[in-house]
């Protein structure tokens, strides 16, 4: 018998890896297990993130099954296709996985306990007083991934293209030289690029993302009414990064 709700069951798991990734942020830094157990802290993290990442290819999946078709082609629109790439990376070990601020440092850090400066791009929603917590991957990586051969990517160039334009990323250099780092050393907040991904997808196939938790239901309604963060325009930080031994 043919399942009839592979939409709902793909959201819901979806809404699960999200709630795991707030959790995992908010235990490694204000629950300071970055502090206890830094291999735990920062594997949970990238745990979660790669559930995340999952979880929308795992929608992206079902909606075209259930449904036949895509509501939407989400390799023409930045919200989707970045999101899409990311997890793609990850999956077939391209571009590094796309390396949180976390494991980067951690890999390519001369002392873990020396502070590196990174120069942080956020982006900005809004709406008054609304935020998300932030966990920043690797710009560097991104671009590595986007200026590879299609057949080494799988992803195509005009796709690439619209990735690029969505986050605005021909002024993440500009950035580097204005405080002195090389590229590499930009980081992008995945956060709101997630929940702008989220508020683009969910608004087309709510109807079906009905759920039997909490999570699920809070998520669809939130997700339905979000105001998107502006990728276009940044919030630009450099400061100090260190982890514990």
């Known amino acids: 018998m043919a399942n009839n709700n592979l939409i709902g ?35 949970n993290i990238e745990t979660a993130l790669t559930s995340v990442l999952n979880g929308f290819h795992s929608l992206y999946d079902a909606i075209e099954k259930q449904l036949d078709t895509n509501p939407i082609d989400w390799y023409k629109l930045g919200e ?14 391209k571009a590094n996985k796309i390396r949180s601020l976390y494991t980067y440092h951690a890999q390519e850090a001369e002392n873990l306990q020396h502070m590196e400066q990174y120069v942080l791009v956020d982006y900005i929603t809004p709406d008054d007083g609304a935020d998300t917590f932030d966990v920043y991957v690797s710009w560097a990586d991104l671009n590595r991934l986007l200026s590879m051969p299609k057949k080494e990517s ?25 405080f002195e780092l090389p590229d590499s050393r930009v980081f992008i907040n995945i956060v709101p690029l997630i929940v702008n991904a989220a508020a683009t997808i969910v608004p087309l196939i709510k109807q079906h993302c009905s759920g ?22 940044h919030d630009v930080n450099c400061g100090p990064f260190v982890l514990p031994k």
């Open 154 to 178: 799988r992803i195509n160039p005009d796709t690439c293209n619209v990735i690029k334009e969505y986050l605005n990323s021909s002024k993440y250099s500009k950035y580097a030289t204005h």
């Open 9 to 43: 069951h793909s959201f819901e798991e979806l809404a699960q890896s999200l709630r795991i990734l707030l959790e995992a942020d908010w235990r490694a830094n204000q629950g300071g297990l970055l502090m206890l157990d830094r291999a735990e802290a920062v594997g």
């Open 212 to 233: 039997n938790s909490t999570e699920s239901a809070a998520f669809s309604s939130h997700f339905s009414s979000v105001v998107k963060a502006d990728t276009h325009n």
């Open 80 to 93: 989707l296709a970045t999101i899409l790439a990311i997890r793609n990376a990850r999956h077939h070990n």
